[in-house]
């Protein structure tokens, strides 16, 4: 997303706790959050979780006042962004400890996976107010195609969350499914194109496995125990509202298991092999003998 920002002309300042992740985009480096926020028309977060969102921008002033605490930092009428994956309940404490001091607080949820972000094509799905999102729509001009105000402060993050599960559920599923193409001897990419064609139809099968089948995860996107905490996110967000979660069990199982198995920090695509390694060793490509 950043380089997408730097190619449309837009000056572009970032911090990561890894320090060179920001040159590699070709930001230009800073030395924390607070720098990056007092140097900014708005500003966007991009974090694991709520906890690290909270931690930059409701951290305490005092002698890290540079570092972290943007809520003491940022200016009256300044944009803060969080395209995290973030508890709404969470999102909105921030929205109104933002309000008071006259900042704008938008949560952004994000989808589309890396190719998306690659070629500027994300929806985003905003919770906030319709005034502030028309303030900063330039920001989200060269890195979506679709942006959606979803309602009121955490609307846009209860909306990830609803849709994070249903991409849980659709790769896990259809890489046990492909698990078992594969044992009973069929032909991968026929499987998909019957599959394609029928109600079976799902993201994962459209747009990830015609590509493992051939070796290639899509390295670069969402890790499985990212998906793993975006899960548990959706499950406690479903616990806040008063509704059953009855279907969580099998997707949080089967990343739990890649977890276990040392696919954890790779690609989430790579939960099919971790469901092939149970069912015996068995890989859709078989050039690709387990974790690396």
Same mark, same amino acid.
């Given at each position: 997303?950043?380089?997408?920002?730097?190619?449309?002309?837009?000056?572009?300042?970032?911090?990561?706790?890894?320090?060179?992740?920001?040159?590699?985009?070709?930001?230009?480096?800073?030395?924390?959050?607070?720098?990056?926020?007092?140097?900014?028309?708005?500003?966007?977060?991009?974090?694991?979780?709520?906890?690290?969102?909270?931690?930059?921008?409701?951290?305490?002033?005092?002698?890290?006042?540079?570092?972290?605490?943007?809520?003491?930092?940022?200016?009256?009428?300044?944009?803060?962004?969080?395209?995290?994956?973030? /508890?709404?309940?969470?999102?909105?404490?921030?929205?109104?400890?933002? /309000?008071?001091?006259?900042?704008?607080?938008?949560?952004?949820?994000?989808?589309?996976?890396?190719?998306?972000?690659?070629?500027?094509?994300? &929806?985003?799905?905003?919770?906030?107010?319709?005034?502030?999102?028309?303030?900063?729509?330039?920001?989200?001009?060269?890195?979506?195609?679709?942006?959606?105000?979803?309602?009121?402060?955490?609307?846009?993050?209860?909306?990830?969350?609803?849709?994070?599960?249903?991409?849980?559920?659709?790769?896990?599923? &259809?890489?046990?499914?492909?698990?078992?193409?594969?044992?009973?001897?069929?032909?991968? /990419?026929?499987?998909?194109?019957?599959?394609?064609?029928?109600?079976?139809a799902n993201f994962a099968s459209l747009n990830r496995f015609p590509h493992i089948i051939k070796g290639d995860y899509l390295e670069?996107?969402?890790?499985?125990?990212?998906?793993?905490?975006?899960?548990?996110?959706?499950?406690?967000?479903?616990?806040?509202?008063?509704?059953?979660?009855?279907?969580?069990?099998?997707?949080?199982?089967?990343?739990?298991?890649?977890?276990?198995?040392?696919?954890?920090?790779?690609?989430?695509?790579?939960?099919?092999?971790?469901?092939?390694?149970?069912?015996?060793?068995?890989?859709?490509?078989?050039?690709?003998?387990?974790?690396?």
């Open positions: 997303m950043a380089s997408r920002l730097i190619a449309a002309g837009m000056t572009v300042s970032g911090y990561d706790v890894r320090a060179d992740l920001a040159v590699a985009v070709g930001a230009a480096p800073t030395p924390s959050p607070g720098a990056v926020c007092a140097g900014s028309e708005c500003v966007l977060l991009s974090l694991p979780d709520s906890r690290a969102v909270e931690a930059v921008v409701l951290g305490s002033a005092g002698a890290s006042r540079s570092a972290y605490g943007l809520i003491h930092v940022a200016r009256p009428g300044q944009v803060i962004i969080d395209m995290s994956t973030s /508890a709404p309940s969470s999102t909105q404490r921030i929205h109104a400890a933002l /309000a008071e001091r006259g900042i704008g607080y938008l949560d952004a949820g994000i989808s589309g996976g890396a190719e998306a972000a690659e070629q500027g094509t994300l &929806t985003i799905m905003i919770g906030g107010s319709a005034a502030i999102l028309d303030s900063v729509s330039w920001v989200f001009d060269p890195i979506a195609a679709k942006v959606v105000l979803m309602g009121s402060s955490g609307a846009g993050h209860s909306t990830k969350l609803l849709n994070n599960f249903l991409n849980a559920v659709s790769l896990a599923a &259809t890489a046990e499914v492909m698990v078992a193409a594969r044992k009973a001897g069929l032909d991968l /990419a026929a499987v998909l194109d019957v599959i394609n064609a029928s109600s079976g670069g996107g969402l890790t499985g125990n990212l998906m793993t905490k975006d899960m548990l996110a959706y499950v406690d967000h479903l616990r806040e509202l008063g509704v059953p979660s009855l279907n969580a069990a099998g997707p949080l199982a089967s990343f739990g298991a890649a977890a276990n198995l040392g696919y954890g920090e790779q690609i989430s695509n790579r939960v099919v092999d971790a469901i092939g390694d149970l069912a015996g060793g068995v890989r859709l490509h078989q050039a690709d003998k387990g974790p690396r």
